[in-house]
Every structure is written in C-alpha cells, then in structure tokens.
C-alpha cells in the first residue's frame, strides 16, 4: 500500500540531507507543491535508518528491502532476548519458539508485505527490546547498571511510531508495576524507572514536542473519515475474527483475522499456563494482555475509538 510513498519521501530526505538540511520538518515538492510538514508528525527513524543504507550505496528500493530484512529479523532477536529473560535457565526452546512465533505473526507480515507499514513494523521489533531493558531493573543489584539500555530503546521507540506514543504506555506501565511489585517494592527501582523515562523524554523531545504542540493544525478530515467509515469496518465479530485455513490468507480486507494455527497454539498455552506453578504472575500478565488487546478489537470497545 504505501511502500511507494516511503520511497518518494526518502529521497526528498535524501535530497534534503546532502543540501544541509539534516532534519526538514517540511517538504516543499510534496502536495502538488504545496508543501508538505511531514518531520512534524511523522515518526522519522526508520526513514534515517533507510538513508543509512542508501548513503552507504544501495537505491531507494535496495535500502527498504534490506530495512525489511533487518526488521523481521530483528524482530526474532529482540523477542528471543526478551523471552530468555521470562522464562530463565533452561528456557532457551521456549524463547526460540517465542521468536519463531513473533516473526510469523500475521500481523507483523502484514505490516511489511502489504502495508508497508515500516514504523509500526519497526516499533514491534523495539516493544520486546523495551521490556527485555526494563526487567533487569528489578533483577539486578544495582539496578541502576539497566539504565542505558532501557534510555535507548525507549527513546527508538518514541521516534519510530507516532500512535505507538498512544498506544504503549499504559502496558509498558502495567508491566512495570508488576515488575516492582514482585521483585520487593523498592522505592529506588521506580525512581531509575522515572529518570530513564525522563531522559528518554528529552533525547526524543524534538520529535514528540511539536506533534503534540501543533496538534491544532492538522485537518479533521482524515479522522472523521476513520471514524465514520474505518473503525466499523475493523472491528472483530464471531464471525469475521478468526482465519479458518491452516494457512493464513494475507490480503487487504479489514478487519485483519486471527490465525487459526495462531488462536490454537495460544489456547493451548494458555491452559498450560494455568496448570504451572513458577512465576505464574508474570505469564498470567501477558495471557491477559492477549485477551484485554483481542477485547479492544471487538464492537463493544468501538464507541472508544471512535471518540
């Protein structure tokens, strides 16, 4: 869908790049002309990692097929690291099938192959990076040896995906309470939790500042046509939530279904899940954030969306 679009814009940042503008909030060929403040809402860091590429000799094409590559295999990474810290020593087969299973994820394809929806696809591969860095910060003495980490992925996914900036905090909050409340409740962890939220805040202020100060001039048009018109047509219903074949049919109807081997390997470890014992109030976590996401998918939170 707007894989042409991302190459028009990289090389109007190309172009912009080698004139001396390193960061142009606006783009005057866009729009017929007009002019385009593109850098004033859009998350930039994918399109920076693209023109990595390109000024390293790739075309436009070559450097978001390679941004794909590193993506869905980055995504793999990041997931596997953060498995390895959820389930410990000895967990190594069910952190690969973690990776496997977040790689194959048809939504995380669908954003690459037929959205070309490169930010939000980037900002899945840094959501397993976020929570890998924040849970030695509850593990380890002293905890403040976490910080840079958490810091920089924080502050990647903060300029990667404008709604993730929406969509995100209240989980990674959650996550964050349940952390600090098994792990003893030290007053000194959330304080490193807020000072790595605060420097990643600034690093990343000259992105987040103006989306949020010049909110007043974007157009209500696209909004209200998503209103009217998008959510209904993505919400989940019984009889549109769930992909019935074994092999999952990728296309551009809305809303985007489940897949079958992906509902039946979730249900069946959820009810593993129920049957262990160790460290169940982390998984439980994570088995409730799959059903409260599937909720909000569904036409009873629509009223939500829509306002």
Same mark, same amino acid.
């Given at each position: ?54 000024? &390293? ?11 794909? $590559? $590193? ?5 793999? =990474? ?7 810290? $959820?389930?410990? @020593? ?5 952190? +690969? ?9 048809? #939504? ?14 980037? @900002? ?18 002293? @905890?403040?040896?976490?910080? !840079? ?20 905090? !209240?989980?990674?909050?959650? #996550?964050?309470? +349940? ?30 500042? /103006?989306?949020?100060?010049?909110? %007043? ?14 959510? /209904? ?10 992909? *019935?074949?074994?092999?999952?049919? #990728?296309?551009?109807?809305? !809303?985007?279904? =489940?897949?079958?081997? %992906? ?9 593993? =899940? =129920?049957?262990?014992? %160790? ?11 799959? +059903?409260?996401? &599937?909720?909000?998918?569904? *036409? ?5 969306? %829509?306002?």
């Amino acid at each position: 869908s707007d894989t042409a679009l991302h190459m028009l814009r990289l090389e109007l940042l190309d172009r912009s790049i080698r004139s001396g503008v390193e960061y142009p909030r606006w783009f005057p060929e866009m729009t017929l002309g007009y002019g385009y403040p593109f850098f004033a809402f859009y998350a930039p860091a994918t399109y920076y990692a693209a023109e990595l590429f390109h000024l &390293a000799g790739l075309s436009i094409y070559g450097s978001f097929l390679v941004l794909t $590559l $590193l993506i869905l295999v980055g995504s793999g =990474l990041t997931m596997h690291l953060f498995a390895r810290r $959820l389930f410990g @020593a000895g967990g190594e087969w069910a952190a +690969l099938t973690a990776a496997v299973a977040w790689m194959a994820t048809p #939504y995380l394809l669908t954003n690459l192959y037929l959205r070309g929806a490169f930010g939000e696809a980037a @900002a899945q591969m840094l959501l397993p990076l976020v929570l890998w860095s924040l849970h030695p910060l509850f593990r380890e003495r002293p @905890a403040a040896r976490a910080l !840079p980490w958490l810091v920089i992925s924080l502050t990647l996914l903060l300029v990667t995906h404008t709604i993730s900036l929406l969509l995100l905090p !209240p989980l990674l909050a959650a #996550y964050t309470l +349940l952390l600090w409340w098994s792990s003893g409740r030290s007053t000194a962890q959330l304080l490193w939790c807020a000072v790595a939220v605060v420097l990643a805040l600034a690093l990343s202020a000259f992105f987040w500042l /103006p989306v949020f100060t010049d909110r %007043q001039y974007i157009t209500q048009a696209g909004l209200e046509l998503a209103r009217i018109l998008r959510l /209904p047509s993505s919400i989940w219903t019984s009889s549109n939530f769930l992909d *019935g074949g074994l092999r999952f049919t #990728y296309n551009f109807e809305r !809303p985007v279904r =489940l897949g079958l081997v %992906q509902a039946i390997v979730g249900l069946a470890g959820l009810v593993i =899940l =129920l049957r262990l014992r %160790q460290r169940r109030g982390e998984w439980l976590f994570w088995a409730s954030v799959a +059903l409260v996401a &599937a909720a909000l998918m569904t *036409g009873w939170a629509l009223p939500l969306w %829509q306002s």
